[in-house]
């Protein structure tokens, strides 16, 4: 086979392989005269001119898509956009949310301010009572544990222990020999603020008196819904030299005359340690100063009780007994000198917040 430039020989061969006449095309004499004449002459570009046509025959570009972001073109033809699928058109038809009301809804307990009249109330009340006791435990061995005088007295232990006998023993020695005075240290903190538990234990029914109604001490309670948040127990005491036969007299005849001249003593003042510093206490100090005032005149004097049930004392010879005149000797759970951080700081706080009552009733009877 020869070719030229334009043309291809071709040889053709019989059956028995003997060579047959040669036919040549020339095609030198053939010079394409337009631009489709050209791009037909080569199959390449006929293939691509072809392709590029049907594009342009079935691409139709509507006017907000020539519009649009270049970067993200709508190439689709105008009838067949959709608009993007919604979160509503493929989930259930959605239901009204009904409206509550705050009747509906659980409502705020209310707060309420009583004297306690029935005996389950006055458990609940003598059992918070009870519990302020039982917190003062760990109030007083917080305070005694970090006193300078026994946290000295357990460092110099520590150090003499250590230099005089523990110098030359080894590390499992000294670590267990040191952490046993530690313990007993604790362990002596623990007996000496066990009374606090006792005390606790002893506020009984007997507490607020006999079992007679118009010889019991009243109870006031700060009702918080269901619940008795705070508490204290107001004692009337009578005028000197009164007796119990008048005061029933009087009481017969509907008069309350037997109180006149005494004063109020308060024996129990607690609030439940989460709603402390919510002027609650003062509210009931208010009330113990008014019902005193009712029932012992205007010039009726209120204060705490010496031995109240917070003060650290216990009646000696019983326990939790009724001592609220004051005739049975009473010993303190703590030296004194271990209350003066904490106990009498607290009893001087309830002192003040006690005058500033009585100031409030004074300046209202002035006016």
């Known amino acids: 086979m020869k070719s030229s430039t334009y043309g291809y020989a071709y040889s053709v061969y019989d059956?028995?392989?003997?060579?047959?006449?040669?036919?040549?095309?020339?095609?030198?004499?053939?010079?394409?005269?337009?631009i489709v004449d050209r791009i037909n002459a080569m199959p390449a570009l006929k293939t691509s001119t072809a392709f590029f046509t049907f594009l342009r025959a079935n691409l139709v570009l509507p006017h907000s898509a020539m519009s649009s972001n270049p970067s993200t073109p709508n190439l689709?033809?105008?009838?067949?956009?959709?608009?993007?699928?919604?979160?509503?058109?493929?989930?259930?038809?959605?239901?009204?949310?009904?409206?509550?009301?705050?009747?509906?809804?659980?409502?705020?307990?209310?707060?309420?301010?009583?004297?306690?009249?029935?005996?389950p109330d006055k458990t609940a009340a003598l059992k918070l009572i009870a519990d302020s006791i039982a917190q003062q435990r760990q109030t007083a061995s917080s305070h005694i544990i970090t006193h300078p005088l026994p946290l000295s007295s357990l460092i110099a232990a520590l150090a003499i222990t250590y230099h005089f006998f523990l110098s030359s023993s080894d590390l499992g020695t000294k670590l267990m020999i040191l952490s046993s005075l530690v313990t007993t240290y604790l362990l002596t903190v623990r007996y000496l603020t066990s009374p606090f538990i006792r005390l606790a234990?002893?506020?009984?029914?007997?507490?607020?008196?006999?079992?007679?109604?118009?010889?019991?001490d009243t109870v006031i309670a700060?009702?918080?819904?269901?619940?008795?948040?705070?508490?204290?127990?107001?004692?009337?005491?009578?005028?000197?030299?009164?007796?119990?036969?008048?005061?029933?007299?009087?009481?017969q005849r509907g008069s309350l005359s037997s109180f006149k001249g005494g004063k109020g003593v308060i024996r129990a003042w607690t609030v439940k340690s989460r709603y402390r510093g919510k002027g609650l206490g003062g509210d009931m100090l208010r009330e113990a100063v008014r019902l005193t005032k009712e029932r012992c005149g205007r010039d009726g004097e209120v204060g705490f009780a010496r031995g109240h049930a917070n003060a650290g004392l216990i009646p000696v010879?019983?326990?939790?007994?009724?001592?609220?005149?004051?005739?049975?000797?009473?010993?303190?759970?703590?030296?004194e000198w271990l209350n003066r951080g904490w106990l009498r700081r607290s009893e001087r706080k309830a002192a003040q917040a006690l005058e500033r009552v009585v100031s409030e009733f004074g300046n209202g009877k002035r006016r």
Not at 15 to 34: F, K
Not at 237 to 245: E, I, L, N, T, V
């Open 15 to 34: 059956m028995d392989g003997s060579p047959q006449a040669v036919t040549e095309l020339d095609l030198s004499a053939c010079h394409p005269n337009s």
């Open 317 to 335: 010879g019983g326990r939790g007994e009724d001592n609220r005149q004051g005739e049975r000797e009473e010993e303190m759970v703590l030296p």
């Open 201 to 216: 234990e002893s506020i009984t029914p007997s507490f607020l008196g006999s079992d007679s109604p118009e010889d019991q």
């Open 222 to 251: 700060c009702r918080y819904g269901g619940e008795i948040i705070g508490v204290t127990v107001l004692h009337i005491s009578r005028p000197a030299g009164q007796s119990d036969p008048n005061f029933k007299r009087h009481k």
């Open 76 to 119: 689709a033809p105008s009838s067949l956009r959709r608009s993007p699928p919604t979160p509503q058109s493929h989930s259930r038809p959605a239901t009204p949310i009904p409206t509550t009301t705050l009747d509906e809804e659980d409502e705020i307990p209310p707060l309420t301010l009583e004297v306690l009249t029935s005996k």
